[in-house]
Protein backbone atom coordinates (compact mmCIF):
# COMPACT_ATOMS: atom_id res chain seq x y z
CA UNK A 1 0.00 0.00 0.00
CA UNK A 2 1.40 3.74 -0.57
CA UNK A 3 2.82 5.43 2.49
CA UNK A 4 1.21 8.83 3.03
CA UNK A 5 4.97 10.14 2.30
CA UNK A 6 3.21 12.75 -0.17
CA UNK A 7 -0.12 13.55 1.08
CA UNK A 8 -0.14 15.66 4.88
CA UNK A 9 -3.56 14.57 6.94
CA UNK A 10 -5.21 16.55 10.09
CA UNK A 11 -8.01 16.08 11.91
CA UNK A 12 -9.74 18.09 14.53
CA UNK A 13 -9.95 17.42 18.14
CA UNK A 14 -13.58 17.04 17.84
CA UNK A 15 -13.51 14.22 15.65
CA UNK A 16 -12.85 11.96 18.91
CA UNK A 17 -16.31 13.10 20.72
CA UNK A 18 -18.59 11.80 23.05
CA UNK A 19 -21.14 10.23 20.51
CA UNK A 20 -24.23 12.33 21.44
CA UNK A 21 -26.59 13.38 19.14
CA UNK A 22 -29.73 15.17 18.90
CA UNK A 23 -31.93 12.08 20.20
CA UNK A 24 -29.57 11.23 22.84
CA UNK A 25 -26.78 12.01 25.72
CA UNK A 26 -23.01 10.70 24.98
CA UNK A 27 -22.08 7.26 25.07
CA UNK A 28 -18.40 7.70 25.26
CA UNK A 29 -15.62 9.30 27.82
CA UNK A 30 -14.72 12.75 27.49
CA UNK A 31 -10.86 12.18 25.63
CA UNK A 32 -7.85 14.34 26.97
CA UNK A 33 -6.49 16.62 24.83
CA UNK A 34 -2.96 15.30 25.22
CA UNK A 35 -4.31 11.72 24.15
CA UNK A 36 -6.10 12.84 21.19
CA UNK A 37 -2.34 14.56 19.85
CA UNK A 38 -0.67 10.91 20.65
CA UNK A 39 -3.72 9.51 18.36
CA UNK A 40 -2.80 12.13 16.03
CA UNK A 41 1.04 11.18 16.19
CA UNK A 42 0.51 7.27 16.15
CA UNK A 43 -1.94 7.04 13.13
CA UNK A 44 0.47 8.59 11.05
CA UNK A 45 -1.28 12.11 10.90
CA UNK A 46 0.41 15.27 10.28
CA UNK A 47 -1.77 17.72 11.85
CA UNK A 48 -3.92 18.97 14.17
CA UNK A 49 -6.83 21.80 12.79
CA UNK A 50 -8.66 23.61 15.72
CA UNK A 51 -11.47 26.04 16.66
CA UNK A 52 -9.66 29.05 18.51
CA UNK A 53 -11.18 27.18 22.28
CA UNK A 54 -10.00 23.82 20.76
CA UNK A 55 -6.66 25.72 21.67
CA UNK A 56 -7.66 27.96 24.08
CA UNK A 57 -10.31 26.90 26.10
CA UNK A 58 -12.37 29.56 28.25
CA UNK A 59 -11.07 31.77 26.18
CA UNK A 60 -13.70 34.45 26.26
CA UNK A 61 -12.96 34.99 30.09
CA UNK A 62 -9.22 35.42 29.16
CA UNK A 63 -7.29 38.47 28.55
CA UNK A 64 -6.16 38.71 25.14
CA UNK A 65 -2.40 38.25 26.26
CA UNK A 66 -3.15 35.18 28.10
CA UNK A 67 -5.19 33.78 25.11
CA UNK A 68 -2.24 34.03 23.28
CA UNK A 69 0.44 32.24 25.90
CA UNK A 70 -2.04 29.64 26.03
CA UNK A 71 -2.09 29.19 21.93
CA UNK A 72 1.77 29.33 22.14
CA UNK A 73 1.89 26.77 24.78
CA UNK A 74 -0.63 24.25 23.06
CA UNK A 75 1.72 25.06 19.87
CA UNK A 76 4.50 23.76 21.33
CA UNK A 77 2.96 20.59 22.99
CA UNK A 78 2.22 19.90 19.26
CA UNK A 79 5.62 20.86 18.18
CA UNK A 80 7.39 18.39 20.64
CA UNK A 81 5.18 15.65 19.15
CA UNK A 82 6.51 16.54 14.92
CA UNK A 83 2.99 17.84 14.73
CA UNK A 84 2.13 21.22 13.19
CA UNK A 85 -1.15 23.06 13.24
CA UNK A 86 -2.83 22.77 9.86
CA UNK A 87 -5.69 25.61 10.52
CA UNK A 88 -7.84 27.49 13.45
CA UNK A 89 -11.57 28.59 12.79
CA UNK A 90 -13.65 30.84 15.49
CA UNK A 91 -16.47 28.79 16.91
CA UNK A 92 -19.03 31.63 16.90
CA UNK A 93 -21.72 29.26 16.26
CA UNK A 94 -21.28 27.41 20.26
CA UNK A 95 -21.71 30.48 21.57
CA UNK A 96 -24.84 32.05 22.83
CA UNK A 97 -23.94 35.14 21.17
CA UNK A 98 -24.01 33.77 17.97
CA UNK A 99 -27.77 31.76 18.01
CA UNK A 100 -29.13 33.99 15.12
CA UNK A 101 -25.07 34.04 13.57
CA UNK A 102 -22.63 36.16 14.24
CA UNK A 103 -21.67 38.14 11.13
CA UNK A 104 -25.11 38.22 10.17
CA UNK A 105 -26.72 38.52 13.06
CA UNK A 106 -29.97 40.87 13.55
CA UNK A 107 -28.23 42.54 16.58
CA UNK A 108 -25.37 44.78 15.61
CA UNK A 109 -23.59 44.28 18.33
CA UNK A 110 -23.39 40.46 17.68
CA UNK A 111 -22.21 41.14 14.73
CA UNK A 112 -19.43 43.04 16.16
CA UNK A 113 -18.73 40.63 18.69
CA UNK A 114 -18.23 38.14 16.01
CA UNK A 115 -15.72 39.81 14.08
CA UNK A 116 -13.85 41.02 17.28
CA UNK A 117 -13.29 36.94 18.02
CA UNK A 118 -12.57 36.36 14.51
CA UNK A 119 -9.80 39.08 14.71
CA UNK A 120 -8.66 37.39 18.05
CA UNK A 121 -8.57 34.04 15.84
CA UNK A 122 -6.16 35.46 13.55
CA UNK A 123 -3.94 35.92 16.45
CA UNK A 124 -4.16 32.60 17.73
CA UNK A 125 -3.37 31.53 13.83
CA UNK A 126 -0.43 33.67 13.96
CA UNK A 127 0.53 32.23 17.96
CA UNK A 128 0.57 28.91 15.83
CA UNK A 129 2.09 29.42 13.20
CA UNK A 130 -0.19 28.78 10.81
CA UNK A 131 -1.27 31.54 8.06
CA UNK A 132 -4.66 29.55 7.37
CA UNK A 133 -7.63 31.06 8.82
CA UNK A 134 -10.96 28.65 8.33
CA UNK A 135 -14.77 29.95 8.53
CA UNK A 136 -17.39 27.62 8.18
CA UNK A 137 -20.40 29.34 8.53
CA UNK A 138 -22.61 27.59 10.57
CA UNK A 139 -25.54 30.02 11.58
CA UNK A 140 -24.86 32.28 9.27
CA UNK A 141 -28.44 32.10 7.25
CA UNK A 142 -32.33 31.66 8.42
CA UNK A 143 -34.77 29.43 9.86
CA UNK A 144 -37.37 32.05 8.18
CA UNK A 145 -36.31 33.98 5.08
CA UNK A 146 -38.19 36.65 5.83
CA UNK A 147 -36.20 37.18 9.24
CA UNK A 148 -33.00 39.03 7.22
CA UNK A 149 -32.87 40.92 4.45
CA UNK A 150 -30.33 38.72 2.44
CA UNK A 151 -28.63 41.30 0.41
CA UNK A 152 -27.38 42.97 3.66
CA UNK A 153 -26.35 39.92 4.89
CA UNK A 154 -24.08 39.22 2.34
CA UNK A 155 -22.64 42.68 2.40
CA UNK A 156 -21.84 42.00 6.26
CA UNK A 157 -19.84 38.62 5.38
CA UNK A 158 -17.94 40.95 3.02
CA UNK A 159 -17.52 43.35 5.33
CA UNK A 160 -16.37 40.80 8.03
CA UNK A 161 -13.71 38.86 5.30
CA UNK A 162 -12.36 42.66 5.11
CA UNK A 163 -11.81 43.26 8.66
CA UNK A 164 -10.09 39.45 9.12
CA UNK A 165 -7.95 40.53 5.99
CA UNK A 166 -7.09 43.75 7.06
CA UNK A 167 -5.79 42.50 10.61
CA UNK A 168 -3.41 40.87 8.96
CA UNK A 169 -1.29 41.27 5.84
CA UNK A 170 -0.33 37.27 5.81
CA UNK A 171 -3.82 35.66 6.90
CA UNK A 172 -5.40 33.77 4.22
CA UNK A 173 -9.25 33.14 4.51
CA UNK A 174 -11.17 29.48 3.43
CA UNK A 175 -14.54 29.26 3.38
CA UNK A 176 -16.37 25.70 4.18
CA UNK A 177 -19.17 26.01 2.63
CA UNK A 178 -22.33 24.11 3.95
CA UNK A 179 -25.81 24.61 2.16
CA UNK A 180 -28.04 23.58 5.23
CA UNK A 181 -27.75 22.52 9.01
CA UNK A 182 -27.62 23.95 11.11
CA UNK A 183 -29.72 26.72 9.56
CA UNK A 184 -32.33 26.04 7.27
CA UNK A 185 -31.03 28.03 4.65
CA UNK A 186 -27.35 28.89 4.55
CA UNK A 187 -25.92 31.66 2.90
CA UNK A 188 -22.19 30.73 1.05
CA UNK A 189 -23.95 27.25 0.32
CA UNK A 190 -21.66 25.97 -2.49
CA UNK A 191 -17.96 26.34 -3.52
CA UNK A 192 -19.21 28.97 -6.11
CA UNK A 193 -20.90 31.01 -4.07
CA UNK A 194 -17.63 31.11 -2.48
CA UNK A 195 -15.34 32.17 -5.15
CA UNK A 196 -17.88 34.79 -6.10
CA UNK A 197 -17.74 36.65 -2.54
CA UNK A 198 -14.10 36.13 -2.78
CA UNK A 199 -13.89 38.21 -5.61
CA UNK A 200 -15.39 41.13 -3.57
CA UNK A 201 -13.26 41.35 -0.87
CA UNK A 202 -10.47 43.63 -0.51
CA UNK A 203 -7.72 41.23 -0.88
CA UNK A 204 -9.13 37.95 -3.89
CA UNK A 205 -6.02 36.66 -3.82
CA UNK A 206 -6.30 35.99 0.03
CA UNK A 207 -9.74 34.46 0.16
CA UNK A 208 -10.27 30.37 -1.25
CA UNK A 209 -11.89 27.62 -0.23
CA UNK A 210 -12.12 24.55 2.06
CA UNK A 211 -14.62 22.03 0.63
CA UNK A 212 -15.66 19.25 2.75
CA UNK A 213 -17.23 16.40 1.16
CA UNK A 214 -20.54 15.70 2.48
CA UNK A 215 -21.54 19.62 1.82
CA UNK A 216 -21.20 18.67 -1.65
CA UNK A 217 -23.22 16.24 -1.49
CA UNK A 218 -25.92 18.04 0.66
CA UNK A 219 -25.94 20.61 -1.77
CA UNK A 220 -26.93 18.03 -4.70
CA UNK A 221 -23.27 18.73 -6.17
CA UNK A 222 -20.75 16.15 -7.42
CA UNK A 223 -17.64 16.46 -4.55
CA UNK A 224 -15.35 15.44 -7.55
CA UNK A 225 -16.36 18.61 -9.79
CA UNK A 226 -16.14 21.25 -6.95
CA UNK A 227 -12.70 20.06 -6.12
CA UNK A 228 -11.98 20.34 -9.92
CA UNK A 229 -13.98 23.79 -10.00
CA UNK A 230 -11.42 24.92 -7.11
CA UNK A 231 -8.55 23.77 -7.89
CA UNK A 232 -8.35 24.88 -11.66
CA UNK A 233 -8.52 28.46 -9.97
CA UNK A 234 -6.18 27.60 -7.06
CA UNK A 235 -8.21 28.09 -4.90
CA UNK A 236 -8.18 24.56 -3.13
CA UNK A 237 -6.84 25.28 0.27
CA UNK A 238 -7.92 22.53 2.12
CA UNK A 239 -10.20 19.61 1.60
CA UNK A 240 -12.57 17.77 4.65
CA UNK A 241 -12.63 14.12 3.74
CA UNK A 242 -15.71 12.41 4.62
CA UNK A 243 -18.81 10.42 2.99
CA UNK A 244 -22.68 10.89 3.08
CA UNK A 245 -25.33 8.65 2.25
CA UNK A 246 -27.70 10.88 0.50
CA UNK A 247 -29.75 13.90 1.27
CA UNK A 248 -30.13 13.59 5.18
CA UNK A 249 -28.32 15.20 8.25
CA UNK A 250 -24.46 15.60 7.94
CA UNK A 251 -23.36 12.50 8.17
CA UNK A 252 -19.93 12.59 8.01
CA UNK A 253 -18.96 9.24 7.51
CA UNK A 254 -15.51 7.96 6.98
CA UNK A 255 -14.41 8.54 3.56
CA UNK A 256 -14.95 6.25 1.02
CA UNK A 257 -17.18 3.74 2.55
CA UNK A 258 -20.84 5.17 0.79
CA UNK A 259 -19.53 5.50 -2.43
CA UNK A 260 -16.49 4.11 -3.70
CA UNK A 261 -16.78 5.57 -7.10
CA UNK A 262 -17.13 8.97 -5.95
CA UNK A 263 -14.17 8.82 -3.90
CA UNK A 264 -11.83 7.32 -6.15
CA UNK A 265 -13.11 10.35 -8.53
CA UNK A 266 -12.46 12.85 -5.67
CA UNK A 267 -8.98 11.12 -5.10
CA UNK A 268 -8.62 11.40 -8.99
CA UNK A 269 -9.19 14.90 -9.68
CA UNK A 270 -6.69 15.51 -6.30
CA UNK A 271 -3.94 13.47 -8.01
CA UNK A 272 -4.14 14.87 -11.00
CA UNK A 273 -4.15 18.49 -9.58
CA UNK A 274 -1.08 17.35 -7.64
CA UNK A 275 -3.20 18.85 -3.97
CA UNK A 276 -0.11 16.68 -1.99
CA UNK A 277 2.17 19.47 -2.45
CA UNK A 278 -0.18 22.41 -2.51
CA UNK A 279 -2.74 21.50 0.47
CA UNK A 280 -3.55 18.89 3.25
CA UNK A 281 -6.35 16.37 3.58
CA UNK A 282 -8.29 16.71 6.94
CA UNK A 283 -10.33 14.08 8.47
CA UNK A 284 -13.77 15.52 9.41
CA UNK A 285 -15.38 12.62 10.09
CA UNK A 286 -17.81 10.75 13.32
CA UNK A 287 -17.52 7.92 14.69
CA UNK A 288 -20.79 5.58 14.60
CA UNK A 289 -22.85 6.11 17.88
CA UNK A 290 -22.41 2.48 18.66
CA UNK A 291 -18.60 2.39 18.29
CA UNK A 292 -17.08 1.59 21.96
CA UNK A 293 -14.80 3.89 23.40
CA UNK A 294 -11.71 1.96 22.82
CA UNK A 295 -11.93 2.00 19.29
CA UNK A 296 -13.62 5.57 19.30
CA UNK A 297 -10.10 6.92 16.71
CA UNK A 298 -10.91 3.60 13.87
CA UNK A 299 -13.11 6.31 11.41
CA UNK A 300 -10.06 8.84 11.71
CA UNK A 301 -7.38 5.81 10.58
CA UNK A 302 -9.71 3.74 8.51
CA UNK A 303 -10.42 7.07 6.73
CA UNK A 304 -6.70 8.19 6.28
CA UNK A 305 -6.24 4.13 5.04
CA UNK A 306 -9.09 4.61 2.41
CA UNK A 307 -7.90 7.90 0.38
CA UNK A 308 -4.41 5.84 0.23
CA UNK A 309 -5.84 3.01 -0.75
CA UNK A 310 -8.06 5.12 -3.38
CA UNK A 311 -4.61 6.72 -4.55
CA UNK A 312 -2.86 3.42 -5.08
CA UNK A 313 -5.71 2.63 -7.67
CA UNK A 314 -5.47 5.96 -9.34
CA UNK A 315 -1.77 5.37 -9.56
CA UNK A 316 -2.31 1.56 -10.93
CA UNK A 317 -4.94 2.56 -13.85
CA UNK A 318 -3.78 0.72 -16.99
CA UNK A 319 -2.45 3.25 -19.15
CA UNK A 320 -4.52 1.94 -22.16
CA UNK A 321 -7.80 2.71 -19.72
CA UNK A 322 -6.83 6.23 -19.32
CA UNK A 323 -6.23 6.78 -23.48
CA UNK A 324 -9.32 4.86 -24.15
CA UNK A 325 -10.94 7.41 -21.89
CA UNK A 326 -10.29 10.25 -23.92
CA UNK A 327 -12.00 9.12 -26.96
CA UNK A 328 -15.31 8.20 -27.52
CA UNK A 329 -15.95 4.51 -28.25
CA UNK A 330 -16.80 1.30 -26.06
CA UNK A 331 -17.97 3.50 -23.58
CA UNK A 332 -19.54 0.83 -22.00
CA UNK A 333 -16.66 -1.70 -22.14
CA UNK A 334 -14.14 1.58 -20.40
CA UNK A 335 -16.82 2.18 -17.79
CA UNK A 336 -16.37 -1.56 -16.91
CA UNK A 337 -12.74 -1.92 -17.00
CA UNK A 338 -13.18 1.02 -14.16
CA UNK A 339 -15.55 -0.78 -11.83
CA UNK A 340 -13.86 -4.10 -12.08
CA UNK A 341 -10.45 -2.36 -11.17
CA UNK A 342 -11.89 -0.84 -8.01
CA UNK A 343 -13.10 -4.01 -7.27
CA UNK A 344 -9.83 -5.75 -7.66
CA UNK A 345 -11.24 -8.01 -10.26
C1 LIG B 1 -19.64 21.00 10.14
C2 LIG B 1 -18.30 21.36 9.70
C3 LIG B 1 -17.33 21.54 10.85
C4 LIG B 1 -16.15 22.37 10.41
C5 LIG B 1 -15.24 22.71 11.56
C6 LIG B 1 -14.11 23.60 11.12
O1 LIG B 1 -20.49 20.63 9.40
O2 LIG B 1 -17.82 20.42 8.79
O3 LIG B 1 -16.92 20.31 11.34
O4 LIG B 1 -15.43 21.74 9.42
O5 LIG B 1 -15.98 23.33 12.55
O6 LIG B 1 -14.50 24.91 11.09
MG1 LIG C 1 -15.91 20.30 7.97
Same mark, same amino acid.
Given at each position: MTKNSDYRFSFGPWTIHEGSDPFGPTVRPTVESASKLKTCKEAGFDAMMLHDDDAVPGLDSMSASAV? +??????????? @?? *??????? +??????????? @?? *???SRDPKVRQWAIDRSRQCVDICRAMETDLFVLWLAREGTYMREAKNSIDSHRYLIEAFNAILEHDPQIRIAIEPKPNEPMDHAYLPTIGHVLAIAHQTVDPARVGGLIEIAHSLLAGLDPADDLAFALQANKLWSVHLNDQNGLKYDQDKTFGSSNLRSAFNQVRVLEKAGFASTGMLAVDVKAMRTQKAEFATQHLINS?????????????????????????????????????HLMGV
Amino acid at each position: MTKNSDYRFSFGPWTIHEGSDPFGPTVRPTVESASKLKTCKEAGFDAMMLHDDDAVPGLDSMSASAVL +AEAKQYKTMLA @DN *GLVVEMV +APRLWEDARGI @DG *GFTSRDPKVRQWAIDRSRQCVDICRAMETDLFVLWLAREGTYMREAKNSIDSHRYLIEAFNAILEHDPQIRIAIEPKPNEPMDHAYLPTIGHVLAIAHQTVDPARVGGLIEIAHSLLAGLDPADDLAFALQANKLWSVHLNDQNGLKYDQDKTFGSSNLRSAFNQVRVLEKAGFASTGMLAVDVKAMRTQKAEFATQHLINSKRMFMHLVEKVRSLDPELERQLTVSGNDEAVEMAILEHLMGV
